[in-house]
């Protein structure tokens, strides 16, 4: 890379006063600038709408890119709207308002966004002349600009419940919150990548000899993933099925700069072999005693309250991956389609090198791009992606601006506010919270037990979505992050470690929800692990053995 151009690109200055966090829990690198013009406005409008209708006496958060690397600001509540903010938080644990958010995803949300993403889906880019191809990526960017939104307006409905849940057992108990929030397993079948369309072509690959032996082939995955397609009758449209609900998800991220689940074949065809050999439906259950167990630790007199908390996070928990996984998850795998389509057409008149480079321009450059009217050369989009390649966040400052301050005393806040806030701030904490930086030995990773149970295998160190085809079944996942959308491959995982995040990081979700160990917050994981080294996870204890030979 051009020296002026990596040196301007390194310097790091706050976007606005105040102190910015960085987020590399969910952008562990940095973004294209396709998507960085497109998400913080989206994150701040969406967040804006569940904080008056929570009664958050925080407005919003001010999301920005600096050098493709996400940071973030809390925005009070206006000195005007206290007053609304107060009565809102009343009704919210009265009425259990998330219940009707809830209700409005099955019903309205949910249901809408399916069929809009699958009419995007329906027409084939390829086909379209280069000015219908152009507004054809307007109707996917806007598209995805909605869903960014919406993905952001259930924020509160998705993890105020279990912020509270977790509030009220860290009073009552010691215990480890972990094997708490375990007790929600069996709750979101899609966090632990189980899907209806799943099922139905697990069932019909069983009842085909020649689908079992397709699947059995040395081929790469995609022609496996074309001749199940082909088959005649139940394979064939259970497959195009599947297909049409997860390949056009983005698999490692929520940048369209990062590849679609169908673009990692391999991985899609390890997991359908998962599912046809468990021949049935995995659904990850939490056994009585374990329940017992853990309420048995509860104050006698808080066990009613207990039981009730625990069925509202319970009830919710799909909501978190849910509002990704049919929101901008799935936008961002239709844009990202569209723009490779566009980048293919550029390619081949030798206007850029590669079709996926076209997700590093900016939309305006895109536009420049496929008018002739100019736009970046081929060099430069190439330099983008290769910065976007080999930086990370935990290469970038972690504070940009003032240093951070001690949130506001709460003393003195009537009980209404108090709690929401007091969830909240929990569910926050727990989302990219991990221990301080210590020295750990050489043999002894340090993070949170996130998931609990001991296991032992191969790590396979995750820096790109390329790498997910070298994923075995029973591997050690070992991360910088994960997003929502890895949901599709992490079932043929035996344990996961990561970086960034809390307890309530996606990493810990899905470990949760398909009962498999999970260490997060190590924060060195990936730079003290070696692919292929035999390690042991502790995800009671948050530690992270490296075995010796």
């Not at 099925?241 to 590849?259: F, H, I, Q, W």
Request: glycine residues 10%; charged residues 25%; negative net charge.
């Amino acid at each position: 890379m051009n020296k002026s151009v990596q040196s301007a690109l390194e310097e790091f200055h706050p976007p606005g006063p105040g102190s910015w966090s960085i987020d590399g829990a969910h952008f562990p690198r940095p973004v294209s600038r396709f998507q960085a013009e497109i998400h913080p406005q989206g994150i701040t409008d969406g967040f804006l709408d569940c904080a008056r209708r929570y009664g958050l006496l925080i407005n919003t958060l001010d999301y920005r890119f600096v050098n493709g690397f996400a940071y973030s600001t809390v925005i009070p509540a206006p000195e005007t709207e206290i007053p609304d903010r107060f009565a809102a938080a009343g009704s919210v644990f009265r009425d259990r308002i998330w219940r009707d958010d809830l209700e409005r995803w099955d019903r309205e949300v949910k249901p809408a966004s399916i069929k809009t993403h699958q009419a995007l889906l329906a027409v084939d880019p390829l086909e379209l002349s280069d000015d219908e191809l152009v507004t054809y990526i307007d109707r996917c960017r806007e598209n995805l600009k909605r869903m960014v939104q919406q993905h952001h307006t259930f924020n509160l409905a998705a993890i105020l419940p279990v912020g509270d849940f977790m509030a009220h057992v860290g009073r009552w108990t010691t215990l480890p919150m972990g094997d708490f929030l375990a007790l929600t397993r069996g709750s979101a079948p899609e966090s632990a990548g189980t899907f209806p369309e799943m099922d139905d072509l697990a069932e019909a690959i069983r009842n085909s000899p020649s689908a079992r032996e397709t699947l059995k082939s040395d081929e790469g995955g995609k022609a496996i993933l074309n001749r199940l397609c082909a088959e005649a009758g139940t394979v064939g449209d259970a497959a195009k099925a599947y297909l049409g609900v997860v390949g056009n998800r983005l698999l490692n991220s929520l940048d369209t700069g990062e590849p679609a689940a169908i673009e990692v074949p391999d991985a899609l065809v390890a997991r359908i072999r998962l599912a046809v050999d468990q021949s049935g439906k995995s659904a990850s259950t939490v056994p009585a005693e374990e329940v017992s167990r853990l309420r048995e630790a509860i104050p006698s007199e808080h066990r009613d309250t207990f039981d009730d908390l625990l069925a509202e996070v319970r009830l919710m928990s799909r909501l978190r991956d849910e509002r990704g996984f049919y929101s901008d998850v799935w936008a961002g795998g239709v844009m990202r389609r569209a723009l490779l389509a566009a980048g293919g057409r550029l390619a081949a008149e030798g206007r850029i090198a590669d079709p996926a480079h076209l997700v590093e321009a900016t939309y305006e450059e895109i536009q420049a791009l496929l008018g002739g009217a100019g736009g970046p050369s081929s060099a430069e989009l190439q330099e983008r992606a290769t910065y976007r390649k080999t930086h990370r966040a935990e290469s970038a400052p972690a504070i940009l601006g003032d240093p951070p301050s001690p949130p506001p005393p709460m003393d003195g806040l009537p009980p209404d506010i108090l709690r929401v806030m007091t969830g909240l701030g929990t569910a926050i904490q727990s989302l990219a919270a991990g221990p301080e930086a210590v020295e750990d030995d050489t043999t002894i990773i340090k993070g949170l037990g996130a998931s609990p149970g001991t296991y032992s295998g191969t790590a396979r160190v995750i820096d790109g979505t390329e790498d997910l085809r070298c994923l075995k079944r029973g591997d050690v996942l070992v991360a910088a992050a994960t997003s929502d959308s890895f949901n599709i491959v992490l079932p043929l995982l035996g344990a996961i470690v990561t970086n960034a995040g809390g307890l309530l990081s996606h990493a810990a979700i899905v470990g949760r929800e398909y009962g498999i160990p999970s260490v997060v917050g190590t924060r060195k994981a990936t730079a003290l692990i070696e692919d292929g080294m035999q390690v042991t996870v502790n995800g009671t204890t948050g530690e992270v053995k490296i075995n010796s030979e």
